[in-house]
Each structure stands twice: as C-alpha cells, then as structure tokens.
C-alpha cells in the first residue's frame, strides 16, 4: 500500500494521510485501491478496500464518509460513531478519535487543523465548489484565528492537464479579480481548430489564493497531479470510469 503523509509541521495529536490508487483488491478500471462505493466498483472489493485501510492506519473509528455534491456545506462531526453517510464537501472535528475524510480522483482535498491539535477538518474542492466558497465554509466552521491555522494541499489535477472554458475562468474573476494569474492561454488556442476550453486553470494556486484571503499564510502540499501518473494516482478527467482517493484526518485520543 502507498500511502502520502503530508510534510507538514502539524502539532502532536494530529494524524493526516491521503491514499494513491496502489495496494488495494479492486480490479480493472478501479485497480487497485478505490475506496468510492459510488463509482460503480463491486461493493465487496470496497468494502475490502476500507478495511484494509482501517486496519493498516490503525484508525480509531470508520471515517466518516460523505456523499459529496459539489458544493459548500461542511458537516461538524460532534462524536466517534458518525457513520451515516452525509451530503457534504467537507467535515470538520475536535473530538479525538473521529476520523474526517474526503474522496477525489482529480478535485482537491484539503486537509486542516490548528497549531495547538485541537481541531481538525478534510475539504473536497472542485472547481465548482472552490469559486462557491468551500474553503472559506470550512474555515468559518472551524472557528479558528487564521493565523492558526495549517494546510495541506492533496494531489489533484495539474493545470496542464485542467482545460476550462471561458465560463470557468470569468466565474473566478467576477468572485476576485486577482484570480487571473491562475489562467493561462491553452494550447489548442494556437490550432486551426482551437479547443473550445481556452484556458489551463491552476487548482493548487486558486486555493492558494483564497485560504492567503482569509489571512491562512501556513500552506504546505500542492503540486501532485493526479492525471499525468496514472500508475499512482486516479483521474476521472483521464479516465473518465475509475476509483477514487481518500485523504484523513484525525485527533488522536491522547490529545
């Protein structure tokens, strides 16, 4: 099983981890570790998959799996038997023990917690949900001083690989007008026949730039692309059917 631990100086008692798609059961086009139960997979496989990851983590409790929609709602996970499953782009905790996570082959997870271990949160953030306000959602239902705050950025699409349209690009700058460093001419706009998706959207620094807004200045990760290794990493931009990553966070018990 490979296993990403971010390079981060998070304080004791806090646990992060984000999965590739190697060291799992699952077969073909959900080779080999997907952890989605919503993409399709044999639900044994999954099922497989989750435990194998409970068990090599050592996680205190089953994570608390969301049903992800693409937008800004962020569940607070108040105790460890949350196992309902939710719709929700993120979740947050200060209960040691709960374990948050998302799910993504292309969109951007991050992960949170604040410089003294005493909450945490996982963010799902496509683009939709990121220009919508995701990331400024989870920080709110954290509660905490920005300057607190540490976070990590998981592997999601390159911006050479993130062709957008023009819908995309003016949706960012009509919410911050800085956002057009983010964008840049693609390609195909050079060719006889220019894609219809002029621009390269860059995911890792738009997130920058909201969570530098809101004051956060302590951001690590980023960078990772998930469509150009498809040996380690899940992309539905790549591959249109396919598994999905997790990346976790949690308290420990002893904080």
Do not use: K
């Amino acid at each position: 099983m490979e296993l990403i631990r971010p390079d981060w100086p998070s304080p004791p008692g806090v646990r992060a981890i984000s999965t590739t798609r190697i060291g799992g059961v699952s077969q073909g086009v959900f080779a080999s570790f997907n952890l989605g139960d919503h993409v399709g997979d044999d639900p044994v496989c999954v099922a497989a998959n989750r435990a194998r990851l409970q068990t090599a983590l050592g996680l205190p409790s089953a994570p608390c799996w969301l049903r992800q929609v693409h937008g800004c709602s962020i569940l607070r996970v108040d105790h460890r038997h949350n196992h309902l499953c939710h719709d929700a782009d993120g979740a947050v905790s200060g209960v040691p023990g709960t374990v948050c996570a998302v799910m993504t082959a292309d969109c951007l997870p991050l992960l949170i917690c604040d410089d003294r271990g005493t909450c945490v949160a996982a963010v799902h953030a496509g683009w939709r949900g990121l220009v919508d306000g995701v990331v400024e959602s989870a920080v709110a239902a954290l509660g905490m001083a920005p300057e607190r705050l540490l976070v990590w950025l998981g592997p999601a699409i390159g911006s050479a690989a993130f062709a957008v349209g023009d819908e995309v690009r003016e949706r960012f700058i009509a919410a911050d007008a800085d956002a057009a460093f983010a964008f840049c001419r693609h390609p195909s706009t050079e060719a006889a026949h220019p894609s219809p998706d002029g621009w390269c959207a860059d995911l890792f620094a738009l997130a920058r730039q909201r969570l530098s807004r809101l004051g956060i200045e302590r951001i690590y990760g980023g960078g990772d692309c998930t469509v150009s290794q498809p040996q380690r990493f899940f992309s539905y931009r790549r591959d249109g059917v396919t598994g999905r990553m997790a990346s976790l966070i949690w308290l420990t018990e002893d904080v």
